[in-house]
């Protein structure tokens, strides 16, 4: 494999990701084969601010490896924190564990640690910024259920403004063609323009909908998120609007037959009870998909990189100086942090948190 | 085994109970046996209300048999429940694990549970409903200290009005015969009528008495329990009367050289700290069997019930109709569960959480 | 072994710590040969003020040995502590497991949990009072780099009134010879009276020093530790003293190429961050050897004494006197606690906490 850790989606080659579906689709059909995969292997979980589903994911993901696991899951309990560097902590687990995965509330926090990490590091969240497993999970459950990303009408609907799912999922599809996406919401959450800029790459269609019931019977692929209550303008827009976005048998009524449903879990309310048990309903069957890919992303690195990194050495110098605007940027944070400016055709962004700079 | 879930006591048949308890014996005595019973499983222990003890032993037990655990303990750090339906959790974690632990402080969650678990679920505690693995270490405790629970004088002392523990130890007891039980309490904290009920039926004695002096004499098993400050009228009714209840050195000059005496623990001041040292104390050997009975549970569950059941087809139908008076049972806290109601001779109650319903 | 509870550095015999750190040196260089050592057996943490860092060192130990891990890191979320005694506590949980290891805000807790205990207890800090594999840590990691702890100039910075870790390095390093040791601080917060003189042991010179320039220049081994902002008298104080303690590659060009820098950590702010790559900093190794000779110690502990000790007959009787005048001692807060009194030379101190009594 040619990357060491996972920050974002992007890090991974279009033919080591084909590589890694094989393998989680292997471990999902011979669990058996792995289950002393990593014995004597350490997992590190660093979940700087709580989430179960996740956390509880990654666990079993090095269990059923033979691995084991240690870390912590809970801000204000963990010792860790308390005036202590992201590096020092990062430095330290990094020497007890042989793979790590942190979850942090701030944007870059990720990829600010594995500066620093001895071991290869998984981004598990960082803060509104990216969350590749989750995308790896959408992706992998996408081409499993329908054979290719490619070609499909794929529609998104609930919060696009601010769901960060769908924001990741869309930079993932970005390469794919022939696709037409349905992008559902309210006007006020709408997809911002970047993102229907990375969707409408390669010739790719995309149509905004207010309505799920104006695009439903041409959908190959329906990925749901949920409108929190407080994205509504009044109580009262919130009750005339939201069960436009609420799927149910009735509206799935006029959907294709081998309509895939995704949500990324947990929901709320967004879809009734009665879908749960659809056949076309693949979200548990998702949420199953992310344990094998988290397998098998586990295996690949510990496999690729098993021996531990010097403990000196950093990469970057330290300048002092602040440059980046974003005030929830692990660069303002961790200010021993180096300056990193990445470029991109005219685009000048911060290394981290990927926010345009000047 | 019949039990696919170990909800209540009465779960378990007579004959099945027999094999638990030759297997949890032999556990005991050859553990070494047994050390790679369960290897390459995961236990999933969801515990929504913290019960360090009870976690811990359960963990114990499966780490005893080499297999190995997920979980959390922590409601408040927890996002498992922000929002989410149990119905959800379970699904998705059991989707992970191979058999399930769980703790909540809703009645009948953890029959609610089962409902959607796709792997085996043992009920650790339901709010004040009900605690099966309690009990079934008072009466494995019983019966290898005495070789049955026939026969017996047993006394129950202390709140009897709202201890869950002496109300299944009573209702487990209930098909047993020749006992004599002696409940021991203020007339406030007296055992209620049902309980009651239950312990005479086969023709067993059932005398009231207010203090331990009483009956100390003649009994064979003595089942203590905690009377809090706060149950008493006055904090010199109190002072007045909680020394009626404390069990010490003093008051077990008058008991039998074998008598038994057991505490669900943890204990406060109820048992003065002389009596632990006494060799008929058996309340810390009542806690090492709680270790074995969890064990000899565990790998009978997931010997028999190795496959997961499938995500979709859920038993019941779901009505909408709101029918328990209860405040605190499941079903009018997850809105989407089934009405379930259950009769019994004339009785008619929530399938739930077991209160009589209209 | 001659010890089965480690609650005190000086539990342990010199030559027996010769052999410790033979086993964790071979640890460090051949850890394959013990990653099944310790495999079937159990390590409790125990938790009552938590402590990440040394929680997951320990942890990372024993799951490096092949053994599991149950435990608490939570005084909040834990039920373990409400109401019930260390006692009890200690005696169930030692039923569990194979090996122990408690942290306790309360002076004298693990060497009075030690009394109860039925596996060996490792102390990991009892408040202000001990705290012993950090300070095997210390001397193991001086032995390592400098080959023995004797004819060393060894300098001791930042707040030695209140320091744990350089009051335990003290008494550790009391029986060496040859040594100078430099005592770097303010007038306010200088070493007490009693740690100079277990240093001045054996001819041992003792140097104070109000700035590290002063001396840095002959310095073996310099052991920093923090000063907190709060120590000082006025925030214009902090600002003109703060420097004069901080760590930085100037201070550096003036100190030895073989000076070996120590921190218990984590830092703050004490030691400036271009000083991590400085191959004279040797606080990430003396990191990492901690969990070595973690290891060594569960490992010699659970092979000397693998038999749990019965759950009766404790060794000290219950006098009900309460004797000692420290209101964070242990005694003070477990009342059953027997009376224990100590003497040395002229000194009588409470067998817990190791205050002066009377």
């Known amino acids: 494999m040619s990357f060491r850790n996972l920050i974002d989606f992007s890090d991974i080659p279009e033919k080591e990701w084909d590589e890694i579906c094989t393998l989680a689709a292997d471990m999902k059909k011979n669990p058996n084969r792995y289950e002393s995969a990593c014995a004597g292997k350490v997992l590190a979980t660093l979940f700087y601010e709580p989430s179960t589903r996740t956390q509880l994911s990654f666990q079993t993901a090095m269990l059923r490896l033979g691995g084991s696991v240690i870390g912590f899951s809970d801000p204000n309990s963990s010792s860790v924190s308390k005036g202590e560097t992201l590096r020092d902590t990062i430095k330290i687990v990094s020497t007890y564990a042989d793979v790590a ?33 989750q995308t790896m999970t959408d ?33 993932a599809l970005s390469p794919h063609c022939g696709n037409t996406y349905y992008l559902i919401s309210t006007e006020k959450l709408k997809m911002p323009e970047y993102a229907v800029n990375l969707l409408s790459a390669n010739s790719n269609k995309v149509i905004e909908c207010r309505t799920l019931d104006e695009c439903i019977d041409i959908l190959d692929v329906l990925y749901m998120t949920r409108i ?50 659809d056949p076309r309903a693949k979200y548990f069957e998702q949420a199953e998909n992310a344990l094998y890919l988290r397998m098998a992303l586990i295996l690949t690195l510990t496999e690729n990189y098993p021996d531990r990194l010097p403990i000196k050495g950093d990469k970057y110098d330290f300048t002092g100086e602040r440059y980046c605007k974003n005030p929830v940027c692990v660069s303002n944070h961790e200010k021993y942090l180096p300056k990193i400016i990445k470029e991109n055709n005219e685009r000048k962004f911060c290394g981290y948190c990927e926010r345009d700079v000047n």
Do not use: W
């Open 228 to 277: 929190q209550r407080e994205r509504f303008t009044s109580e009262s827009e919130y009750r005339s609007q939201a069960g436009i976005y609420i799927l149910d048998s009735k509206k799935l009524e006029n959907a294709k037959k081998n309509l895939v449903i995704l949500h990324p879990l947990p929901k709320v309310d967004e879809i009734s009870y009665e879908v749960d048990d």
């Open 101 to 133: 995965v942190m979850r942090n509330p701030v944007e870059g926090a990720a990829f600010a640690a594995s500066l620093y990490c001895r071991v290869p590091l998984i981004n598990a969240g960082d803060g509104g910024h990216l969350h590749p497993t």
């Open 139 to 171: 992706m992998f459950t996408i081409r499993q259920e329908k054979g290719s990303c490619d070609g499909l009408s794929i529609g998104m609907c609930g919060d696009l403004l601010n769901g960060r799912t769908v924001h990741s999922l869309s930079k």
